[in-house]
Protein backbone atom coordinates (compact mmCIF):
# COMPACT_ATOMS: atom_id res chain seq x y z
CA UNK A 1 0.00 0.00 0.00
CA UNK A 2 1.41 3.47 -1.24
CA UNK A 3 0.24 6.34 0.70
CA UNK A 4 1.87 9.99 0.46
CA UNK A 5 1.06 12.46 2.86
CA UNK A 6 2.36 15.38 5.30
CA UNK A 7 3.66 14.18 8.53
CA UNK A 8 3.81 17.90 10.56
CA UNK A 9 5.34 15.32 13.67
CA UNK A 10 8.53 15.25 11.78
CA UNK A 11 9.04 18.99 11.95
CA UNK A 12 9.96 18.26 15.40
CA UNK A 13 13.20 16.92 14.24
CA UNK A 14 13.67 17.85 11.07
CA UNK A 15 13.46 21.93 11.84
CA UNK A 16 16.31 22.04 15.00
CA UNK A 17 18.23 19.71 12.63
CA UNK A 18 17.97 22.35 9.81
CA UNK A 19 19.40 25.01 12.39
CA UNK A 20 22.04 22.35 13.49
CA UNK A 21 23.32 21.97 10.07
CA UNK A 22 23.17 26.16 9.49
CA UNK A 23 25.36 26.32 13.00
CA UNK A 24 27.86 24.20 11.52
CA UNK A 25 28.12 26.10 8.05
CA UNK A 26 28.66 29.13 9.60
CA UNK A 27 31.37 27.73 11.63
CA UNK A 28 32.66 26.61 8.86
CA UNK A 29 32.75 29.24 7.30
CA UNK A 30 34.03 31.93 10.34
CA UNK A 31 37.15 29.51 11.29
CA UNK A 32 38.28 28.82 7.49
CA UNK A 33 41.73 29.92 7.42
CA UNK A 34 41.96 28.79 3.70
CA UNK A 35 40.22 31.71 2.32
CA UNK A 36 37.07 33.15 0.91
CA UNK A 37 38.31 34.22 -2.46
CA UNK A 38 41.47 33.58 -4.27
CA UNK A 39 42.96 33.94 -7.24
CA UNK A 40 43.09 31.16 -10.15
CA UNK A 41 46.98 30.94 -9.69
CA UNK A 42 46.30 30.48 -5.98
CA UNK A 43 49.11 33.12 -4.96
CA UNK A 44 46.73 35.61 -3.31
CA UNK A 45 43.98 34.24 -1.25
CA UNK A 46 41.79 36.18 1.44
CA UNK A 47 39.89 34.74 4.66
CA UNK A 48 37.47 37.00 6.86
CA UNK A 49 40.69 37.53 9.26
CA UNK A 50 43.40 37.68 7.24
CA UNK A 51 44.81 38.30 3.59
CA UNK A 52 47.91 36.13 2.31
CA UNK A 53 49.78 36.32 -1.19
CA UNK A 54 52.53 33.70 -1.85
CA UNK A 55 56.26 35.47 -3.56
CA UNK A 56 57.78 32.12 -4.62
CA UNK A 57 58.78 30.19 -1.73
CA UNK A 58 57.58 32.74 0.85
CA UNK A 59 54.21 33.83 2.05
CA UNK A 60 53.40 37.46 3.43
CA UNK A 61 50.00 37.43 5.54
CA UNK A 62 48.52 40.39 7.02
CA UNK A 63 45.77 40.78 9.27
CA UNK A 64 42.14 41.92 7.50
CA UNK A 65 41.36 43.62 11.44
CA UNK A 66 42.88 46.87 10.69
CA UNK A 67 40.49 47.60 8.42
CA UNK A 68 36.71 48.86 9.75
CA UNK A 69 35.12 46.92 6.51
CA UNK A 70 36.73 43.46 8.29
CA UNK A 71 35.93 44.41 11.58
CA UNK A 72 32.44 44.82 10.26
CA UNK A 73 31.91 41.85 8.23
CA UNK A 74 33.32 39.29 11.78
CA UNK A 75 31.27 41.19 14.19
CA UNK A 76 28.23 40.64 11.55
CA UNK A 77 29.11 37.11 11.01
CA UNK A 78 29.88 36.24 14.85
CA UNK A 79 26.70 37.78 15.94
CA UNK A 80 24.91 35.90 13.49
CA UNK A 81 26.24 32.78 14.75
CA UNK A 82 25.63 33.57 18.82
CA UNK A 83 21.91 34.79 17.42
CA UNK A 84 21.34 31.69 15.74
CA UNK A 85 22.99 29.37 18.59
CA UNK A 86 20.47 31.06 20.47
CA UNK A 87 17.46 29.98 18.21
CA UNK A 88 18.86 26.61 17.94
CA UNK A 89 18.26 26.61 21.99
CA UNK A 90 14.94 27.50 21.87
CA UNK A 91 13.68 25.93 19.08
CA UNK A 92 14.86 22.54 20.64
CA UNK A 93 13.10 23.64 23.81
CA UNK A 94 10.07 24.48 21.92
CA UNK A 95 9.84 21.46 19.57
CA UNK A 96 10.73 18.98 22.73
CA UNK A 97 8.17 20.41 25.48
CA UNK A 98 4.44 19.48 24.25
CA UNK A 99 3.59 21.80 22.20
CA UNK A 100 0.79 24.10 22.93
CA UNK A 101 -1.48 27.51 22.01
CA UNK A 102 1.44 29.24 24.45
CA UNK A 103 4.73 27.83 22.16
CA UNK A 104 3.14 30.06 19.55
CA UNK A 105 5.64 32.69 21.00
CA UNK A 106 8.68 30.59 20.73
CA UNK A 107 7.50 29.28 17.05
CA UNK A 108 7.31 33.36 16.43
CA UNK A 109 10.39 34.15 18.70
CA UNK A 110 12.67 32.11 16.73
CA UNK A 111 11.06 33.09 13.14
CA UNK A 112 12.08 36.44 14.44
CA UNK A 113 15.50 35.83 15.62
CA UNK A 114 16.32 33.54 12.30
CA UNK A 115 15.46 36.49 9.87
CA UNK A 116 17.72 38.80 11.72
CA UNK A 117 20.50 36.47 11.46
CA UNK A 118 19.61 36.20 7.67
CA UNK A 119 19.92 39.99 7.38
CA UNK A 120 22.88 39.95 9.72
CA UNK A 121 24.82 37.69 7.58
CA UNK A 122 23.50 38.68 4.15
CA UNK A 123 25.19 42.41 5.03
CA UNK A 124 28.11 40.65 6.19
CA UNK A 125 28.09 38.85 3.01
CA UNK A 126 27.74 41.33 0.67
CA UNK A 127 29.94 44.20 2.47
CA UNK A 128 32.89 41.82 2.20
CA UNK A 129 33.28 41.18 -1.90
CA UNK A 130 32.77 44.66 -2.17
CA UNK A 131 35.23 46.14 -0.56
CA UNK A 132 38.18 43.46 -1.24
CA UNK A 133 37.84 44.67 -4.85
CA UNK A 134 39.91 47.32 -3.72
CA UNK A 135 42.95 44.56 -2.89
CA UNK A 136 42.80 42.89 -6.01
CA UNK A 137 45.31 43.91 -8.34
CA UNK A 138 44.85 41.99 -11.43
CA UNK A 139 44.13 38.13 -12.20
CA UNK A 140 40.72 36.34 -12.09
CA UNK A 141 39.62 35.78 -8.70
CA UNK A 142 36.51 33.06 -7.64
CA UNK A 143 35.16 32.36 -4.10
CA UNK A 144 36.12 29.72 -2.12
CA UNK A 145 33.82 27.06 -0.61
CA UNK A 146 34.44 28.62 2.97
CA UNK A 147 32.29 31.71 1.40
CA UNK A 148 29.77 29.38 -0.31
CA UNK A 149 29.11 27.72 3.46
CA UNK A 150 28.44 30.90 5.01
CA UNK A 151 25.78 31.54 1.81
CA UNK A 152 24.43 28.38 3.37
CA UNK A 153 23.84 28.89 6.82
CA UNK A 154 22.59 32.32 5.30
CA UNK A 155 19.84 30.84 2.88
CA UNK A 156 18.71 27.92 5.83
CA UNK A 157 17.84 31.02 8.28
CA UNK A 158 15.58 32.87 6.01
CA UNK A 159 13.93 29.71 4.54
CA UNK A 160 13.78 28.11 8.15
CA UNK A 161 12.54 31.72 9.44
CA UNK A 162 8.80 31.20 7.30
CA UNK A 163 9.06 27.88 8.28
CA UNK A 164 9.14 28.57 11.94
CA UNK A 165 6.33 31.66 10.84
CA UNK A 166 3.86 29.40 9.06
CA UNK A 167 4.55 26.41 11.83
CA UNK A 168 1.86 28.30 14.42
CA UNK A 169 -1.07 27.31 12.01
CA UNK A 170 -0.30 23.50 12.23
CA UNK A 171 0.18 23.10 16.08
CA UNK A 172 -2.48 19.89 16.63
CA UNK A 173 -0.95 18.36 13.56
CA UNK A 174 2.52 18.42 14.95
CA UNK A 175 1.41 17.35 18.13
CA UNK A 176 -0.38 14.06 16.22
CA UNK A 177 -3.90 15.31 17.36
CA UNK A 178 -4.95 15.33 13.70
CA UNK A 179 -5.11 12.67 11.34
CA UNK A 180 -2.28 12.76 8.77
CA UNK A 181 -3.52 14.32 4.91
CA UNK A 182 -3.09 11.91 2.65
CA UNK A 183 -2.57 13.09 -1.03
CA UNK A 184 -2.17 9.72 -2.84
CA UNK A 185 -3.83 6.57 -1.35
CA UNK A 186 -4.03 3.58 -2.96
Not at 4 to 9: I, K, N
Not at 51 to 70: F, H, I, P, T, Y
Not at 132 to 151: D, V
Amino acid sequence: MFRCGLDYRRCRWIMPLLLLFAIIFDIIAIAAQSGWIQNRDNNHYSSMWKECRSLGDESECSSLMGDSWAQAVAALMIIGLILLIIAFIVSVSTMCSSVDEDSVNGFVGVGVLLFIVGILQFIGLIIYPVNFNTRIFEGEYEYTWAYGFGWGATIICFGASFIFCCLTRCISKINGDEKVDFCISS
